[in-house]
């Protein structure tokens, strides 16, 4: 939730939300608007913390989760 609240009340979001509804009959604005935004900063910021979230998605992602289970099950059944 307080990741949302800042991602809103970040200016280069609200810049992303302007250029996507600049033009409101092109339906490829959102598109461009998000891949100009990831250009100019979306990049960093993952290149900056990737290896933070990539520690993290092992305790997050489901199917990481779930492979771990399956894993563990089938080692009790091998021994």
Do not use: H
């Not at 009340?9 to 996507?20: G, H």
């Not at 100019?40 to 290149?47: H, S």
């Amino acid at each position: 939730m307080s990741i949302s609240l800042r991602l809103i009340s970040d200016q280069r979001y609200s810049m992303i939300e302007e250029d996507a509804q600049s033009t409101p009959n092109d339906p490829d604005a959102r598109t461009r608007a998000w891949n100009k935004a990831k250009t100019e900063f979306i990049d960093k910021i993952y290149q900056k913390y990737e290896g933070a979230i990539r520690s993290r998605a092992n305790l997050r992602c489901p199917a990481k989760i779930d492979n771990k289970r399956l894993l563990r099950k089938v080692r009790r059944r091998l021994l």
